[in-house]
Structure formats: C-alpha cells, structure tokens
C-alpha cells in the first residue's frame, strides 16, 4: 500500500505530464535550436499565451489540511 503523501507527490506528477504534454502538443512549444534569442522568447511567449487561452486546463482537487486545527 502506498502512503498518503506518495499518492499526493503522485497525482501531481501526473499533472505536470499532462501540462507539459499540452504545451508541447497543443501550444507547440518545443526545444529545438533556435537562432536568436529573440525567436526562442517569442516561441515561448506565444506558447506560454496560447496555454492561458485554453477553456479548460487541468488541476488538483487537494484540500489543505491545516495541522494546528485538528483535534487530537
């Protein structure tokens, strides 16, 4: 069986995967050789743009449990 905390660290690597996947694919922001500085920014940008215009992006329904509320 897996602890609480692994199965949490897990479900946000699955997350991470999945936005990175859709700034790769959908976003098309990809590591190649770019030849100046500007194109590579510009890339990055407009990707970075494109992802924030998306509908509907992924995420964690994670409640925080606050520590010095709980009742022993």
């Known amino acids: 069986l897996m602890d609480l905390h692994d199965k949490?660290?897990?479900r946000k690597r699955a997350l991470i995967e999945t936005v990175n996947d859709e700034l790769k694919n959908v976003c098309?922001?990809?590591h190649t050789r770019h030849r100046s500085i500007d194109g590579f920014a510009s890339n990055l940008i407009?990707?970075?743009i494109a992802y924030n215009l998306l509908p509907k992006k992924p995420s964690l329904n994670i409640d925080?449990?606050?520590k010095s509320r709980?009742?022993?």
Do not use: K, M, S, T
């Open 28 to 30: 098309y922001i990809e």
């Open 64 to 66: 925080i449990i606050d």
């Open 8 to 10: 949490i660290l897990l």
């Open 70 to 72: 709980l009742i022993a």
């Open 46 to 48: 407009a990707g970075l």
